[in-house]
């Protein structure tokens, strides 16, 4: 599901779906680019910009509403609950949403990582099951946006956002450990497994 595929975001519960799976390599991380950063490389910009030149990786999954019929403003907290298995004994999985303009343009809004072996705590590292189907809830703060009329919601996933973020090396070992993995990381949303974004949106 690049930004040529098949990707939906709806209101609507999953049926029956296929999941969708991607190849991450440490060694090829998904770039930063803009956010609210902090304490990184001079060269990274803070802020919007246009995310659809990224969305060709294969490794960068893309989940978009149809064009709104209205204008829809989210203020909030916003949240992905995501089901999901890797065959590594550890990874990372990020979560962003976009605003995507008639124009193609997808400016990202907010994002948010979590770790796979500190899925329940922050404080006690718990390796995940090779192909086990695990739940995470990956937490993108807050934001305060106006998708108008004619624009799509466009959630992307993936397991790196390099350097704002460490690259996880899929090994599940220490930090200072120098082993790299290549994983293959699967996203369900299904009816038993319905991966969803939870955002706040305001009466019009």
Same mark, same amino acid.
């Given at each position: 599901?690049?930004?040529?595929?098949?990707?939906?975001?709806?209101?609507?519960?999953?049926?029956?779906?296929?999941?969708?799976?991607?190849?991450?390599?440490?060694?090829?991380?998904?770039?930063?680019?803009?956010?609210?950063?902090?304490?990184?490389?001079?060269?990274?910009?803070?802020?919007?910009?246009?995310?659809?030149?990224? !969305?060709?990786?294969?490794?960068?999954?893309?989940?978009?509403?149809?064009?709104? =019929?209205? @204008? %829809?403003?989210? *203020?909030?907290? #916003?949240?992905?609950?995501?089901?999901?298995?890797?065959?590594?004994?550890?990874?990372?999985?990020?979560?962003?949403?976009?605003?995507?303009?008639?124009?193609?343009?997808?400016?990202?809004?907010?994002?948010?990582?979590?770790?796979?072996?500190?899925?329940?705590?922050? !404080?006690?590292?718990?390796?995940?099951?090779?192909?086990?189907?695990?739940?995470? =809830?990956? @937490? %993108?703060?807050? *934001?305060?946006? #106006?998708?108008?009329?004619?624009?799509?919601?466009?959630?992307?996933?993936?397991?790196?956002?390099?350097?704002?973020?460490?690259?996880?090396?899929?090994?599940?070992?220490?930090?200072?450990?120098?082993?790299?993995?290549?994983?293959?990381?699967?996203?369900?949303?299904?009816?038993?497994?319905?991966?969803?974004?939870?955002?706040?949106?305001?009466?019009?």
């Amino acid at each position: 599901n690049t930004r040529h595929g098949d990707g939906r975001l709806s209101t609507e519960p999953p049926g029956e779906e296929p999941p969708d799976a991607f190849r991450y390599d440490p060694m090829d991380p998904v770039p930063t680019q803009g956010g609210p950063l902090c304490c990184v490389a001079p060269a990274l910009a803070a802020g919007q910009f246009d995310h659809s030149a990224k !969305e060709e990786r294969r490794d960068v999954l893309i989940y978009s509403t149809p064009p709104l =019929e209205h @204008d %829809l403003e989210v *203020t909030g907290p #916003v949240t992905v609950t995501l089901w999901a298995a890797s065959s590594a004994p550890d990874t990372d999985f990020t979560a962003m949403l976009l605003d995507v303009g008639p124009c193609g343009c997808a400016r990202n809004l907010a994002d948010g990582i979590v770790r796979a072996r500190y899925r329940n705590s922050l !404080e006690r590292a718990e390796p995940i099951t090779a192909g086990a189907v695990e739940k995470y =809830e990956i @937490d %993108l703060v807050a *934001t305060s946006n #106006v998708f108008k009329k004619g624009h799509s919601i466009r959630v992307e996933m993936s397991s790196s956002n390099f350097p704002r973020f460490d690259r996880n090396l899929n090994t599940g070992k220490s930090f200072d450990d120098a082993e790299v993995r290549v994983a293959t990381n699967t996203v369900f949303h299904d009816a038993a497994h319905p991966t969803h974004i939870t955002l706040d949106v305001v009466p019009a």
